[in-house]
């Protein structure tokens, strides 16, 4: 429990340092520079990097694709439906249930896990940080267009998630992998000194994200997406890792990593696709604060297995 908490605190305080400068008076227009900066720089710089140095097999990254579409698209499901007949949310809101319980606030994800488990799990974080943003983030996005009366086709989909910075990232650095230029990478440094500052100021930003003021707005909405994202999907997603008996390594990094909170740029998505705003600021502050107990009780669990 130490191992997790020692982990865990740095990043705690740095999204309450976040958030405290943003209290101080830290423009809306620095945090968005900052989050741009990450998505379209940090970010993608750290996922080229472990990419090229590190080789995860094929087999490998097909046994995480498994349960991670099977979460996504399975609980994405739930949630859905569960807010539309059991909550009687609108469809703009079930589509910000849907949201908030699948996606995942991946700056937290590579600053901890690396942490609790080592750097030799950084290839299957990289894997999670490939397939995860970018299957969510699809299957979001149609959800809500579909909310919204709105259309896109396949060709559509698949041009947004090619131009994706992180995927871009992925099908460079394996291109560098494959030709042998992994050393040469590792080496030069320059993708891994820029990815470093992705953990920082990403999770400055995430902290500058919260809205606390949003919680005395909270519904049932809110409360059912922070149930299915926070206990239920790292309880469901432990069952698959036991059925498909996954490696122990990595059954840790996809359960301590399903049960983290959803990113604050969703409540971005939500709004601009006429999803429920407020439900979204409400249940990204209450997974956030519920994070904090819940995430380290997941890896204390993991880890004590």
Known sequence: MLTVALAILPIIVAIAIGYGLKVRGVGASVWSAAERSVFYLFLPALVLHYVSVRDVTVAEVLAMVVPIGGMILGLGAVAYWLARWLTRSPPGTAASVHQASI?????VMIALVPALLGEQVWPYVVVMTSVWPVLSNTTSILVF????????????????VAKNPVVIAVMLGTAFNVAGLGPFIAALGVFKLLGNAALPVGLLAAGAGLEFSSLRRSGPSTLLATVLKMAVMPAAMWLACEALDMPPWIAQVLVISSALPCSPSGYVLASQMGGDGRTMASTITLQHVVGMVSVAAVASWMLAG
């Open 103 to 107: 996606r995942l606030n991946g700056v």
């Open 145 to 160: 267009a579909n909310a919204a009366g709105l259309h896109r086709s396949p060709r559509q989909m698949a041009v947004a």
